[in-house]
């Protein structure tokens, strides 16, 4: 073989390793329209990550170095927000990305059994992913929904009151491809189309379902019963603060 034949089969070898990226243009300019939504360009970089998330699956190399480049940031700098938050991933999860909560109150009221049951059912544990690629699994520390307990996510749609019995008929359904709601109404859709609505490109449908469910409204009726108001705080507070010097 020619040195130039077998150079063209190694550029060849090369080229066909390296990752494919869904980032073009598109994916460009709406990371330049959520930058014009902040005063301060950087403060862009949270959705700007979901949006590579929503391109990608997860936070490739290759968004890394779009955010920088839109930014002016280094991709050190991009790197380290990607590495510091949970919801952005470094490999690719699952259609359905399902986190369980086994923090303490939901650990108590089930959800470690919860855990084990679907971590057994779908033969994969934390940070895995279904062979079929519909399923992933995440151990979630606490979902601030303490008061559904025990509480999973599907692609940040709560699961309330679960069972292991319902997570595992939950799962079923989606890898059979039904169309599955939230236990609070809004449907759950992909994960990347998910990713897509947190960089802050809805889908219209924010006020499906209920808003908040009878638990998580318990605090304000007592309140209401008992004549209980907030403290006062805002601007109110500041100009009290001032009148008292
Ligand atoms: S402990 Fe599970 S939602 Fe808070």
Redesign the pocket.
């Known amino acids: 073989m020619s040195v130039q034949g077998r150079d063209d089969e190694e550029t060849n070898e090369r080229m066909s390793s390296e990752p494919v990226t869904q980032l073009g243009e598109q994916a460009r300019a709406e990371m330049l329209e959520i930058v014009a939504r902040y005063p301060e360009a950087q403060s862009a970089l949270l959705p700007m990550l979901h949006l590579v998330q929503a391109y990608e699956g997860y936070v490739t190399p290759a968004g890394i170095e779009m955010c920088a480049e839109v930014l002016g940031i280094t991709e050190a700098e991009v790197a380290a927000v990607a590495t510091f938050y949970t919801m952005y991933k470094r490999r690719p999860v699952g259609e359905y990305h399902v986190g369980v909560?086994t923090?303490?109150?939901?650990a108590i009221m089930g959800?470690d059994r919860i855990w084990e049951d679907l971590s057994g059912h779908l033969g994969i544990g934390h940070d895995e992913t279904t062979e079929d690629g519909k399923i992933s699994l995440e151990r979630v520390e606490?979902?601030?929904?303490?008061d559904f307990?025990?509480?999973m996510v599907v692609n940040w749609e709560f699961a309330d009151n679960q069972t292991p019995e319902s997570a595992r008929e939950l799962v079923d359904r989606l890898r059979g491809g039904e169309q599955v709601s939230s236990t609070r109404g809004p449907r759950v859709c992909s994960w990347k189309q998910a990713e897509r609505i947190l960089a802050g490109f809805g889908d219209d449908a924010a006020d499906e379902g209920v808003q908040a469910g009878p638990a998580s409204l318990v605090g304000r009726e007592l309140a209401d019963e008992r004549g209980w108001t907030a403290p006062q705080g805002g601007q109110q507070a500041i100009e009290g603060r001032g009148e008292k010097k």
């Open positions: 909560c923090n303490t109150l939901c959800g606490c979902n601030a929904a303490c307990a025990p509480v």
